[in-house]
């Protein structure tokens, strides 16, 4: 009976323990995720992960602007999809792919000290066969000029890069990138604790027969 109840009370502590293992998971995750809704109705999900080794904050950019392809220095891959006012896919892009950019204007910089931790960024959804495509930039003014990084809000274009012509279709003001939890570790710890606590009960059960 002893044995069942440590068993039971080890479960409960390894199981309480869940959120704050989350929280650490999502510290040192390689994921992220975010969400914009603009002014004019139009919305974004994006996503980027980080290489590993990369520190809670940096910024990514283009080291020979506006040469591309280039090898991101922190960014594994990006992604980002716009969507109307009634949430239908517009379009979705990915403009780095295994650690490396085609998108020339690519910045984003990231600090997870702040909130929110985007302090800047200009990521699109631009691929060889998508012209016009969409991008959001807090480095460019809504006629389409550009200024320095993070000097505007986050502003959504449509860009065609035929007749370089930028559409502005809304703004916000900032926009939070979320950790992703590494699931594996949380799963992991439930396994052991269920393990562990399986284990415990069966050996008291052997016990009491022996008993018996």
Known sequence: MKLQKLATSLAIVTFSSISSVFSVSSAWAADFIFNATFSNGYTAKGTFTTKPGTPNSFSESNPNFPNVPFATQFLESTSLSVFDGTNTLLQTGSGVVNGISTNAFLRLDFDS????????????????????????????????????????????????????NYTFLGSTTSIQATSVPESSSVISLLGLAALGAASAVKFDKKRKNEIN
């Open 113 to 164: 000290s702040l909130s929110p931790n985007l302090t800047a960024l200009n990521v699109n959804t631009e691929t060889p066969t998508q012209n016009p495509y969409y991008f959001i930039g807090n480095n460019v003014l809504p006629d389409g000029t550009p200024v320095a990084p993070g000097t505007t809000d986050y502003n959504l274009f449509l860009y065609n890069r035929d007749t370089d």
